[in-house]
């Protein structure tokens, strides 16, 4: 009997020197999370979805650069569908319809890639040829949460479309026209917009009125970090 009890003893010994403690546990991703708010300061430009996108350190545009096929689509015709599929852009959020003058709109973007650490926002003056709005790589990695930060946005010209504000050019409600046109006929890089000339200015075959053209600036744009 006591030659039994001190085997099984040491059978049990054995088995817990071979347990293994099981790893531990992975710790939840951070969360990172940011509202954007727009409004839009203009008089008779309504503003296409307000599209935002986080990515790693990169302009999506810039002065005297020329512009993306992807920027090119959303400033001449409002579709952002390209502009949030690039290769670098790691989230995106997208309104569901435009933006009307006077009125805001508040966007929440969320990640949990640590390398998603720039935001870009941009949206159509859709009553124009090519012009739009936003701010590109603005870097958020030292945002603290609860932290805000605004600005009031000038208008760019993407450069891709000659602004003849004729008929049938203007997808905006101003005139109904064509949108993105695979032909670029005007001088093929980005530049500061100078304004629409409008028929009340003298330009008759505009479809454009006084009440279409834009001051800068054009939206004023709140971001808070909220995780």
């Excluded at 546990?25 to 503003?47: A, C, F, G, K, R």
């Excluded at 599209?51 to 689509?73: F, N, Q, R, Y």
């Excluded at 650490?117 to 945002?143: C, I, K, P, Q, Y």
């Amino acid at each position: 009997m006591l030659t039994l009890a001190a085997t099984l003893t040491a059978c049990g010994s054995d088995n817990d020197d071979n347990m293994t403690e099981p790893p531990p546990p992975q710790p939840e991703p951070m969360e990172y999370s940011y509202d954007i708010t727009v409004v839009n300061l203009t008089h008779e430009q309504p503003l296409s979805p307000i599209t935002a996108v986080l990515h790693a350190d990169g302009k999506m545009w810039d002065i005297g650069m020329s512009s993306s096929i992807a920027l090119e689509k959303l400033a001449e015709g409002g579709d952002n569908t390209d502009f949030i599929s690039q290769e670098s852009v790691i989230a995106n959020a997208s309104a569901q319809g435009p933006l009307m003058p006077g009125l805001s709109e508040t966007l929440t973007i969320t990640t949990t890639d640590e390398l998603a650490t720039h935001l870009t926002m941009v949206s159509m003056l859709v009553n124009t040829n090519d012009a739009f709005s936003g701010l590109t790589n603005l870097e958020l990695s030292t945002l603290d949460v609860d932290a805000t930060m605004s600005w009031h946005l000038a208008v760019y010209d993407a450069g891709t479309e000659a602004n003849t504000e004729a008929m049938g050019t203007i997808p905006g409600p101003a005139d109904g026209g064509t949108g993105y046109s695979m032909i670029r006929d005007d001088v093929d890089r980005v530049s500061m917009h100078s304004g629409v000339v409008s028929q009340d200015d003298g330009l008759m075959s505009s479809v454009l009125t006084q009440a279409h053209r834009f001051d800068n600036p054009s939206i004023k744009l709140t971001i808070t970090r909220t995780k």
